[in-house]
């Protein structure tokens, strides 16, 4: 009797296993489709921000129930200009500029004002002491109805905005990604562990005015 009692349950847990699993599975799936996934960082256009292969988790659902702030750094859909491949590439930058936003570069001590407002940015690439421009040239930029301004951490090393609008001869809408092909937002590096860390917006986004 103690033999028959105790290879029901072992044999109800093999037969139980392959369900289980494919419930995993599919929850796993699930998940990374719609709620959260994880990018590796390829490039250095975000240092010293992310490096590269760090590794990033990305909310994926935040933005079907409101629109990206200033300051969030996000992962998208570069447009085939951006990018040269026609399959689609993924991109990750901080988002500058919403729409109607008002873009100018530099006031006086070579900020980027945004709705008039002067932007500090700390966390622009720097190395022995020497810090990376906000740009590299004057712009005077209106973001487009549904479209964003985006940058790299590491100006003088990024594929972004700028780039795309002095190459397109200062086309705003080449310049600037649809709302719509944003993935998610970039919330926290997970790997290495070292540099684990939440990807907050800094607080300098706080008094830039609405358009």
Sequence with gaps: MIDEQTDKPRSS?????????GVAILVA???RAFVLQTFFIPSPSMENTLKIDDRVLVNKLVYDFRSPHRGEVIVFKA?????????????????????????VCCDP???????????????????????DKPADQEFDITVPKGRLWVMGDHRSAS????????????????????EDDVVGRAFTV??????????????????????
């Design 190 to 211: 997970f790997w290495p562990v070292s540099r684990a860390t939440w990807l907050t917006v800094p607080d300098q986004f706080d008094g830039i005015p609405k358009p």
């Design 109 to 131: 001590q070579e900020r980027l004002m945004i709705n008039g407002k002067s932007l500090d940015e700390p966390y622009i690439f720097s190395m022995d002491g020497i810090r």
């Design 79 to 103: 447009p085939t200009a951006w990018s040269g491949n026609p399959d689609g590439e993924d991109f990750i930058k901080r988002v500058i500029g919403v729409p109607g936003d008002h873009v």
């Design 13 to 21: 847990f093999w037969k139980e296993l392959p369900i289980l699993l």
């Design 29 to 31: 799936v699930l998940v």
């Design 159 to 178: 594929g972004d905005s700028l780039e795309h609008w002095q190459q397109s001869g200062q086309n705003i809408t080449e310049a600037t990604i649809p």
